[in-house]
């Protein structure tokens, strides 16, 4: 899978949107860009997963540059709540290894009042 | 609908002992793949199971083991425990092989 490069720490006002770059550049055609978050002393969370085409759900937007080299999550209006570390993950789906995630250091988000 | 489930939360053995995590996916989700999380190594693929059949494995010693029974609930044991084994063992399912993870809440060892 290909490896990703994410900014160690960022913070954000509450209400504020908060966007969250990731690079990507070795990715392959046939990977995915994924998106989950972990919110201190809970598993994982799922957020959002996207191919080569933008992609919205009730929690984020998902933003891939036509190249495919990066992408940004985007949480549009943040809260408190939102405090946690987020990880861009790139992998192949439906090839039978899509459990197998690599999990890099992630984006630590601080959102403050 | 009920979420993934992890017994035991918080666990203590002491070196050499083993201990064995149980966990309890969603509903009709039947893979189960677990990880284990450290501060220094961070968030590490164990294994994977699906329909009782182990499909994907980690880079960690044989001393960690895993199962899944028929109804897809799965155990990982980890014998001869050393002080490094200390981490949050954490399990997701997922409806197939391909489908989104869930995780639970995890398992904290402590290993003394």
């Known amino acids: 899978d290909a490896k990703t490069t994410q900014p160690t720490s960022m913070d954000c006002a509450e209400g504020r949107a908060a966007n969250l770059p990731c690079n990507h550049s070795?990715?392959?055609?046939?990977?995915?860009v994924y998106w989950y978050r972990q919110i201190h002393s809970q598993g994982p969370q799922y957020i959002i997963h996207?191919?080569?085409n933008n992609e919205t759900n009730e929690m984020a937007s998902l933003i891939i540059t036509e190249d495919r080299k990066s992408s940004t999550l985007i949480l549009p209006h943040a809260t408190l709540r939102d405090t946690a570390v987020y990880y861009c993950?790139?992998?192949?789906?439906?090839?039978?290894?899509?459990?197998?995630?690599?999990f890099g250091t992630g984006t630590r988000l601080q959102v403050t009042l | 609908k009920a979420g993934v489930t992890q017994t035991p939360r918080y666990l203590i053995k002491t070196r050499g002992q083993q201990v064995t995590l149980s966990c309890s996916p969603i509903?009709?989700?039947?893979?189960v793949s677990w990880y284990q999380q450290t501060p220094g190594q961070g968030l590490q693929f164990l294994f994977e199971?699906?329909?009782?059949?182990?499909?994907n494995k980690g880079n960690f010693p044989g001393r960690f083991s895993g199962r899944q029974f028929s109804n897809s609930r799965s155990e990982m044991n980890v014998s001869t425990l050393e002080l490094g084994d200390s981490a949050l063992y954490l399990c997701a399912s997922s409806l197939g092989p391909d489908g989104e993870l869930f995780f639970g809440e995890g398992s904290r060892l402590t290993v003394l």
């Open positions: 993950i790139v992998r192949v789906a439906y090839s039978g290894t899509a459990s197998k995630l690599t």
């Open positions: 509903s009709g989700h039947r893979s």
């Open positions: 996207g191919l080569k």
């Open positions: 070795t990715i392959s055609g046939n990977e995915y």
């Open positions: 199971y699906f329909s009782e059949t182990q499909r």
